[in-house]
């Protein structure tokens, strides 16, 4: 399968890293090709480096690990993703009143808004529930960490389950792409905890069932 990752920070490089491990095809979206920490990803992941429409254009499955206040003019730069599944790993996150949390939520969530600018699209929700450290290597988690993912199309969620599980999560299907609204406020649990209350970045949720 060909992956296109759109945003080449924390996120994206541990996405690449992680997935480089398990036989998919990496297309690594950034605007300068030649910068030298994207030529040291490519180098590392065997990924091949883009302009991100282009990687956009060739994959089967398209990875938006962007900054959200950069998110809508670097998705809509991206063309025609109609038909194609697109992972989204963003939280809407932002200032408001003085207070870090999310700009959107309630009536609608980042994924719902990511959607409308991408008609046609099969967009998933997930990957945005633990830090980028988890998402490049959480074998030494005593538990296999939980992956919750909402969309609306059952078929695209199937292979991003399949791709969540080559990652090492246990993947669990939260519904349709409205539970993006309960998603991304769990996010900011992690968050909270992570840089709040101490407990730093190697660490994730998990769902512990009883025999």
């Known amino acids: 399968m060909k992956l296109a990752i759109i945003g080449l920070g924390r996120v994206g490089q541990s996405l690449a890293k992680g997935w480089s491990e398990t036989g998919h095809i990496l297309l690594l979206g950034t605007r300068d090709t030649s910068d ?23 994959a089967d499955v398209v990875v938006l690990a962007l900054p959200w206040p950069a998110a809508e003019a670097a998705t809509k730069a991206l063309g025609d993703l109609a038909g ?23 009536t609608t969530s980042g994924a719902e808004t990511l959607a409308g600018w991408l008609p046609g699209a099969k967009v998933v929700k997930t990957l945005n529930q633990v830090g980028a450290e988890i998402m490049a290597d959480n074998t030494r988690l005593p538990h296999r960490p939980v992956m919750f993912m909402a969309g609306d199309d059952d078929s695209a969620k199937a292979s991003v389950a399949a791709l969540l599980t080559a ?9 349709d792409l409205t539970k993006a609204r309960i998603l991304e406020p769990f996010a900011l649990v992690w968050i909270n905890q992570a840089l709040r209350r ?4 190697n660490w994730a949720f998990a769902a512990v069932s009883q025999p």
């Open 167 to 175: 990652l090492g999560f246990d993947p669990q299907d939260a519904g």
């Open 198 to 201: 101490g407990n730093g970045r």
């Open 84 to 106: 194609k599944i697109v992972i989204d790993c963003m939280n809407p996150l932002g200032m408001i009143d003085g207070l870090f949390g999310l700009t959107i939520g309630h």
């Open 36 to 58: 030298p920490k994207a030529t040291t990803l490519a180098s590392q992941t065997g990924g091949t480096l883009l302009p991100p429409a282009e990687a956009a254009a060739q």
